[in-house]
């Protein structure tokens, strides 16, 4: 059964840093495309960063380039999101998903001073 667990979330101050990660169980997430989605209170789920097979390819949001960074250890089968200069607009659940199918369970990332 494949699991995908969120950790790293918390509060921070604006202008702070937070590294989230995405661990997998069940199956190797090697040959998968892998994703952050976020959801603020009151607004639908949208759609943050992705990392393609390898880590070769890269796609962000346009709120987000520049400060959050996606990356993948396959040997761990872990996903991360470095997320650095946060504002507080970007207070959500972060949600993982892999192969647009398997969806962890969030977590909280809240920023404010």
């Known amino acids: 059964q494949v699991q995908v667990v969120e950790s790293g979330g918390g509060l921070v101050q604006p202008g702070g840093s937070l590294r989230l990660s995405c661990a997998v169980s069940g199956r190797s997430s090697a040959i998968f495309v892998m994703s952050w989605y976020r959801q603020a209170p009151g607004k639908e789920r949208e759609f ?18 520049g400060r959050f960074t996606i990356s993948r250890d396959d040997a761990k089968n872990t996903m991360y999101l470095q997320m650095n200069s946060l504002k507080p607009e970007d207070t959500a659940v ?7 199918v398997y969806w962890g369970q969030g977590t909280q990332v809240t920023v404010s001073s």
């Open 48 to 65: 943050v960063a992705r990392i393609g097979s390898g880590g070769t390819m890269t796609n962000y949001t346009d709120s987000v380039k």
């Open 94 to 100: 972060y949600y993982c998903n892999m192969k647009g």
